[in-house]
């Protein structure tokens, strides 16, 4: 099955968090870390509201529901600082997607980052684990373009790669990024993280394909 939707697919395209790094665990203590740092205890529905919104959208978001005594770049640039380390120390890519990502760049088949996160967290986390090279594009959430589920980032990515948006795969772990993708036109693929281990069977239901790790994908194309 892999190989015939691969040969239809003139580029893949990643969101990062949770899809091709582990590193969606991060985000909730450091939310947590930030409005008990401004003096308010984070609002239980906090991470629902702001989930598949942009980098920029989510700062803009909590500036001026939450945190209004604050300018927008400052909320992002002190979340780049809190999370920095974590992306360059405790992040790991996600099983078998290197061996995946290896694959593609042999076929010729371009390859890019979607993500709603920032530029200097996806850039520092990809350097570190040695996957900067496999991507040929690399759009993400501090570009003021609406935040998924909108399919403006996965457009503004198959544009950034020269593809035709019907031949560009897209592998997910949110379900607005889901939403995203299949507005755009593309096939999807929803990838499994336990983070959003609740949205699995919505996932499923949004997405046209579905694994729990790429090895069922490699394990198919790649040779042994």
């Known amino acids: 099955m892999w190989k015939e939707i691969l040969n239809n697919a003139d ?29 308010l205890k984070m609002p239980e529905t906090y991470q ?22 604050l300018q927008t770049e400052d909320l992002m640039n002190d979340w780049n600082e809190m999370a920095y380390d974590h992306y360059v120390s405790d992040v790991w890519p996600k099983e078998e997607v290197i061996r995946f990502l290896k694959h593609l760049k042999g076929r010729g088949i371009s390859a890019g ?3 709603s996160n920032s530029r200097i967290l996806c850039e520092a986390t990809l350097k570190k ?3 900067l090279p496999f991507f040929d594009s690399i ?14 980032i996965y457009i503004a990515s198959a544009k950034a790669l020269g593809a035709d948006p019907q031949r560009c795969i897209v592998f997910e772990d949110l379900s607005n990024g889901i939403r995203a ?12 993280d336990e983070y ?4 699995w069977q919505e996932k499923c239901d949004l997405a046209d394909h579905h694994i729990m ?6 394990d198919e194309i790649c040779e042994s």
């Open 11 to 39: 580029a893949v395209l990643f969101d990062l968090d949770g899809t091709v790094v582990d590193s969606m665990w991060i985000w909730k203590q450091i939310d947590i870390d930030y409005f008990a740092k401004c003096g």
């Open 48 to 69: 629902k509201e702001i989930e598949g919104l942009s980098f920029y959208e989510t700062a803009l978001y909590t500036r001026n529901k939450y945190l209004p005594h």
């Open 113 to 115: 980052i979607a993500t």
């Open 129 to 131: 684990n040695d996957l």
């Open 139 to 152: 759009i993400t959430g501090e570009e003021k373009t609406a935040g998924k589920p909108a399919p403006d």
């Open 181 to 192: 993708g299949k507005a755009a036109g593309m096939t999807v693929v929803a990838v499994y």
């Open 196 to 199: 959003s281990a609740y949205q």
């Open 213 to 218: 790790s790429y090895r069922e994908i490699t």
